[in-house]
């Protein structure tokens, strides 16, 4: 559904939209590079506002979010559109491309989480949730009016500028941000976008929501033992308790390197909890990505694969007494 866009100037006869650090500037019938927000006849439109590619109730584990009510299951949706172009995009055939959607208003959305059993709120992920803007702003606002006990999650890429996401934040209870890398020239190169941008999403949002971090190591890219430590160090400045997931690269899209080799990775998660509390490992099926307490050592989460087991009842180490940075 096309619908009025948010956050845009007008500039000549031409429109400049402000959502994201791109800043594209629009001709009349053009549209940004993430291919939903247009202009049309001197006004900024989105055209995906509540149309819905994909929806599946999932465990919260897959976003991934480890420490935000583990074990529970969220309704996530996506549209299609993203403002990055990653060579490695998992998600592709939605994020680059229109394919067949339903439209889903935002009250009924918001409604429609209420039917799965133990489910906690609405994920909005799959493709870039920042493109989808107006849609998760008024679901958000429409669901906290509702049903406050209820989460709105994001899984993004943190391609945003400061105003939005400071209009957002109020009505988000958590989010996974990749941080792709350290390296301006590897934002640039393989993502088409720039590195501060997500650096202050990150710094803007870990003190108002729960956040955790997911970075795909990708061979000989950005799995360099330098670049770990620079990641690592940057969210340990934050806070160490900030969950990081180091995720395996495969083959995907445009990208066809090999994939990265394990002991990079295993590699690359000793390095990482020398500076952070938790860490854990995604794309490698095996490895134990159980949670345990940073003080003692007690398991509090078994975990395999998606199977989740809680050993505690509140966010506390039964053993040490620690409060635990986990919502449960």
């Known amino acids: 559904m096309i619908q009025n866009?948010?956050?845009?100037?007008?500039?000549?006869?031409?429109?400049?939209c402000n959502l994201c650090p791109h800043h594209c500037l629009l001709s009349k019938g053009k549209k940004g590079i993430c291919s939903v927000r247009l202009n049309e006849a001197g006004t900024l439109?989105?055209?995906?506002?509540?149309?819905?590619?994909?929806?599946?109730?999932?465990?919260v584990e897959k976003k991934p979010l480890y420490h935000f009510k583990p074990g529970k299951r969220i309704l996530s949706v996506g549209t299609y559109g993203c403002n990055l172009s990653c060579d490695f995009c998992q998600n592709y055939s939605i994020a680059h491309y229109r394919s067949k959607s339903e439209f889903l208003p935002p009250d009924q959305l918001a409604a429609s989480c209420t039917v799965p059993d133990n489910n906690i709120g609405i994920a909005f992920t799959y493709n870039e949730p920042v493109v989808w803007f107006e849609y998760i702003l008024e679901t958000a606002k429409i669901l906290k009016k509702a049903y406050p006990d209820l989460s709105i999650v994001l899984v993004t890429n943190g391609y945003i500028e400061a105003a939005p996401l400071e209009e957002l934040l109020p009505y988000v209870d958590a989010m996974n941000i990749d941080l792709k890398s350290m390296q301006q020239r590897y934002y640039h190169r393989i993502c088409g976008g720039s590195l501060q941008p997500v650096l202050r999403t990150i710094e803007m949002s870990y003190t108002r929501c729960h956040i955790e971090v997911t970075t795909l190591l990708v061979n000989g890219l950005n799995d360099t033992e330098e670049e770990i430590e620079e990641i690592a160090a940057f969210i340990s400045n934050l806070d160490k308790n900030i969950p990081l997931h180091i995720s395996r690269y495969f083959p995907a899209y445009k990208m066809s390197r090999p994939a990265t080799d394990i002991e990079v990775i295993k590699r690359a998660a000793v390095i990482a909890k020398?500076?952070?509390h938790y860490v854990y490992l995604g794309n490698m099926p095996g490895v134990d990505n159980s949670t345990y307490c940073h003080k003692c050592g007690k398991q509090l989460i078994y975990r395999a694969g998606y199977s989740v087991r809680m050993l505690i009842e509140r966010a506390e180490c039964p053993a040490c007494n620690i409060s635990l940075p986990i919502i449960i």
Request: hydrophobic fraction near 35%; charge should be neutral.
């Open 5 to 16: 866009a948010a956050y845009w100037q007008k500039e000549g006869s031409q429109i400049r």
């Open 274 to 276: 020398k500076h952070l």
């Open 45 to 59: 439109k989105t055209e995906n506002f509540g149309e819905i590619i994909a929806m599946h109730v999932d465990p």
